[in-house]
């Protein structure tokens, strides 16, 4: 028997941090807005507290889609919707090997989408690493990484993938770096994010260009990039060029907080989030 696979038509997704995400009329709006804006064949929506949240921002705004959610002890939770139709099949599964054995940890939401006209899986891990500087919370990381070069070799295993991982793993890793330690020495966060490109290249990923690379700020202005997109070699993006004098290219398009200004920008990170979304087209 001759083994091939068709390449699907493409789809668009997003992933966002939406900072402890509580049922609340005006914000809910707000984070619909966004959302519209890209209308994703699939996203992930991280740090919902409440799942009364969750069921009014659905039933209000996203009728079109079917959703799944991540459950932990912590109940800071993952969101993940796809487009009711656009897919031939899809499968939804909790990673709790992402938690590390903590159960205050976030499990991984992984999405697997068969395309209409695809006969392999599409494979989307939406995931929130363990925040924080101290040593304990670099480690984790650290772990929760390695688990994602793991899941990329077992997920190109599969017969049905036919050695295609077409896998890629989204959302908010928290690379912020480590704190000196003992005899350690600090690790800044640029360090962290130079090791996990490094890896990922080993494991046949990469971690995909942004259009902006700050995607997280505090009210007063610090800025750190911990939100990425990291991919398997298998996979191509619609690429795009920035507006800036440096017309880079971009896989991964930010927008939040980051294309606003003066008060708009600290209440959008006030009342809204202090992480940006994250999108991008799948070819």
């Given at each position: 028997?001759?083994?091939?696979?068709?390449?699907?038509?493409?789809?668009?997704?997003?992933?966002?941090?939406?900072?402890?995400?509580?049922?609340?009329?005006?914000?809910?709006?707000?984070?619909?807005?966004?959302?519209?804006?890209?209308?994703?064949?699939?996203?992930?929506?991280?740090?919902?507290?409440?799942?009364?949240?969750?069921?009014?921002?659905?039933?209000?705004?996203?009728?079109?889609?079917?959703?799944?959610?991540?459950?932990?002890?912590?109940?800071?939770?993952?969101?993940v919707g796809w487009k009711r139709g656009k897919f031939r099949q899809v499968l939804y599964t909790q990673r709790r090997e992402f938690q590390g054995g903590d159960s205050n940890l976030r499990p991984g939401g992984l999405l697997c989408l068969k395309q209409q006209n695809s006969n392999v899986f599409d494979n989307l891990l939406f995931l929130h690493t363990d925040s924080g500087r101290n040593e304990k919370?670099?480690?984790?990381?650290?772990?929760?990484?390695?688990?994602?070069?793991?899941?990329?070799?077992?997920?190109?295993?599969?017969?049905?993938?036919?050695?295609?991982?077409?896998?890629m793993a989204l959302g908010d890793l928290n690379t912020m770096g480590r704190k000196t330690v003992d005899s350690k020495p600090a690790i800044s966060a640029t360090d962290e994010i130079e090791a996990l490109g490094v890896a990922a290249q080993n494991a046949g990923m990469r971690i995909l260009p942004k259009s902006h690379s700050k995607t997280w700020s505090t009210p007063g202005g610090s800025l750190s990039e911990l939100d990425h997109v990291v991919a398997s070699n298998d996979l191509k993006f619609l690429q795009r060029t920035s507006n800036d004098a440096q017309n880079n290219p971009f896989n991964i398009e930010v927008r939040g907080w980051n294309i606003l200004s003066g008060n708009a920008r600290r209440s959008f990170i006030e009342n809204i989030s202090d992480h940006c979304a994250l999108f991008g087209e799948l070819i």
């Open positions: 028997m001759v083994r091939f696979y068709v390449l699907g038509m493409g789809f668009s997704f997003l992933v966002w941090n939406v900072e402890k995400f509580k049922e609340n009329p005006s914000r809910t709006i707000k984070v619909d807005e966004l959302i519209e804006h890209f209308r994703p064949d699939a996203f992930g929506i991280l740090e919902f507290l409440a799942k009364n949240a969750a069921r009014t921002l659905v039933h209000q705004f996203f009728d079109e889609y079917d959703f799944a959610f991540t459950d932990s002890q912590r109940a800071i939770e993952i969101l919370d670099y480690e984790n990381r650290q772990r929760m990484f390695k688990k994602i070069w793991s899941m990329k070799s077992a997920i190109e295993s599969l017969g049905i993938q036919q050695g295609h991982a077409r896998f």
